[in-house]
């Protein structure tokens, strides 16, 4: 379990006076933070630290932050926060679809980057204290969904989520077969990803749909309700 102070935090960043004044921020809130300045080298880290947390810079020379966040999301859960100077929703969403946390614009405020990096680290670290024992795991059909340990599985093999994209899912859960609206599910995401649209909960289902369904083009498992919203059923 990840504490929300004293985590492992890696900046990755190509502006070395931006990344020094980020670690100065993250150090004085008490976590401890290691400084990289290209993409290559983020990566590297990433794998030899095993950080809890990645503040990502997209825009980085050799290997871009995107290329990374790709990456590292086939070898680990890692949290990772985006950084970038492109402000526009698509950009927003191919980072999200890359499996990003959170995401940050520039120009931002180096509190702002410390409460987003203490929510997504609270997020994973309190669980769901209170939840009855016997509903930690919820299981709908073939999905679990562990609401303590923060992660899913498909027919008990365990499934890599996004906290947005598990969010959903522990939302959808709750009540198997019922339509939630994309607002409703835009709700259960916030703290998650304060940039979230109602497009991005559409990326957070086709992710989803690639995880667990056998053919994600004909899903049996999280369905389209055409003109409301999304349900999560047995199959």
Partial sequence: MIATMGAKILVADDDARHAEGIRRYLVADGHETTVVHDGRAALET???????LLVLDVMMPGMDGLQVCRTLRQESD??????TARSTENDILLGLELGADDYLTKPFSPRELVA??????RRV????????????IRQVGRVGIDLVGHHATVDGER???TRGEFAILAAMSEQPGRVFTRAQLLHHTRGIDRSSTERTIDVYVVNLRRKIEIDPRRPE???TVHGVGYRLTSG
């Fill in 116 to 121: 987003r990096v203490r929510t997504l680290l």
């Fill in 78 to 83: 890692v949290l990772v926060l985006m950084l």
């Fill in 221 to 223: 498992l999280l369905l």
């Fill in 159 to 161: 499934i890599e989520c």
């Fill in 46 to 52: 990433a794998r030899r630290d095993r950080p809890d």
């Fill in 125 to 136: 670290s309190r669980g769901a204290p209170s939840e009855p024992p016997a509903r930690r």
